[in-house]
């Protein structure tokens, strides 16, 4: 079983409410190997939607880079953030929020549901199958025994939801529990060769 709880939460806390659970932080303040799966982490080379030619180092810049802004359209510069700092563009600096563009060329401008659905989803997924595929299969195989808590910052787990930041732990768990679509997954050679070395940080599934 997977669950999903705040990491602002006492740990204390979430414990009495699920006994002996084994607690996952996957944010990107993480310590272990799990901080790959924080849409920070600079994995590299995730193709940007709708943008032929344009990777980027993390999901995150991808989804700050085609932000527009009252005052500022988008900004790729945000594709090869590999700091997992100052990724963030606010309102505060640049004004009112428009939408993302539909790619780096692209003329539509999606609104904030939309963006979710066409832009930060698929290339969550896209790192993913790419680039931790090892972590998913060792989370599912120890949800089958194991009670999973994984922590996020946003907790909101309905994508239509037009007020709140979708939780990515949300897709971990999605992904892990085969709610994603599976018929179309191909894993990579790179993938397969991290498969064979998992790092020693995720031990605590075996």
Not at 76 to 99: A, E, P, Q, Y
Not at 172 to 185: N, Q
């Amino acid at each position: 079983m997977i669950i999903i709880e705040s990491k602002r939460k006492k740990l204390e806390n979430i414990l009495k409410k699920y006994p002996g659970a084994v607690i996952v932080d996957v944010t990107s303040k993480a310590t272990d190997g799990l901080v790959k799966l924080s849409p920070f982490y600079p994995h590299g080379g995730i193709p940007v939607p709708f943008s032929e030619g344009y990777t980027a180092t993390c999901v995150e810049g991808i989804w700050q880079g085609l932000k527009v802004f009252e005052n500022e359209d988008i900004d790729i510069s945000m594709f090869l953030n590999d700091t997992m700092k100052g990724i963030k563009r606010t309102v505060r600096k640049h004004g009112r929020v428009l939408g993302h563009r539909k790619g780096v060329h692209g003329t539509e401008i999606l609104g904030y549901v939309e963006a979710k659905h066409q832009i930060y989803i698929p290339a969550y997924r896209w790192m993913l199958e790419h680039r931790a595929m090892y972590i998913i299969e060792r989370l599912r195989k120890a949800s089958e025994t194991k009670t999973i808590v994984l922590l996020d910052y946003n907790t909101c787990c309905n994508v239509d939801d037009e007020t709140k930041p979708l939780s990515h732990a949300y897709l971990v768990k999605a992904y892990a529990e085969g709610l994603y679509p599976f018929d179309d997954l191909k894993l990579s050679e790179e993938t397969e060769r991290n498969k064979e070395n998992s790092p020693k940080q995720l031990s605590l599934f075996d």
